[in-house]
């Protein structure tokens, strides 16, 4: 109670708080139906008790059918027991996603994910002129001494490696900061009624 007011009393929950609190309402939701569970298994077992003490008690003819009719309105009880249940945890696993989904919503702010990818593209574009004057020193060196021709060739392969491997990060920081600029979608309210056809 206390952090609840503290944090309504500050501001917005922290994000630790928040998933403590969806935690608990969890397991309360989890208790509340093992509980409806074991109230209906124990009522099963008392209309069957009941049933299998009436059957020895009297005749068996009209006992039987008496309770084959109360085994079928306990089936169908039951049946529409388990589709109340089955609503009922398909309703709090939807509770939870959409509040789970509206704690983790992203919290960068576009304008500084454009900044950083401007920054990053620079050193990979400066990499990748180094990487070139590296390569043009190595061609030089080569062609100044005699013989040196076996181990330009492997140095050329490991720089363009490398350069291969920058242009790759620096697309993908591109695609990065394209993907922050784009509009979030809106989050579903909690509670909305999924369409099953």
């Not at 630790?16 to 409806?36: P, V």
């Not at 039951?78 to 704690?103: P, R």
């Not at 400066?126 to 030089?140: E, H, I, P, S």
């Not at 979608?185 to 909690?190: D, E």
């Amino acid at each position: 109670m206390k952090s609840q007011a503290q944090g309504s009393e500050g501001g917005a929950l922290s994000e630790e708080e928040r998933l403590q609190l969806l935690a608990k309402a969890g397991k309360r939701n989890r208790l509340f139906m093992l509980a409806l569970a074991g109230v209906l298994g124990s009522l099963m077992l008392v209309s069957v008790g009941l049933n299998i003490y009436g059957v020895f008690s009297a005749s068996e003819e009209p006992r039987i059918a008496a309770l084959e009719k109360q085994l079928e309105e306990l089936e169908q009880r039951l049946a529409v027991q388990q589709a109340a249940l089955n609503n009922q945890e398909t309703l709090l696993v939807s509770q939870q996603d959409s509040k789970l989904a509206g704690l983790f919503e992203r919290t960068e702010n576009p304008d500084s994910i454009a900044e950083v990818s401007k920054v990053l593209q620079a050193q990979e574009r400066d990499y990748q002129q180094v990487m070139q004057g590296l390569k043009a020193g190595m061609r030089d060196l080569a062609n100044m001494l005699p013989g040196s021709r076996s181990w330009l060739a492997y140095y050329e392969e490991a720089i363009d490696r490398a350069q291969i491997n920058s242009r790759q990060r620096s697309e993908d920081i591109q695609a990065w900061s394209d993907k922050a600029q784009q509009p979030i979608p809106p989050a579903k309210p909690p509670g909305t009624a999924v369409d099953p056809g």
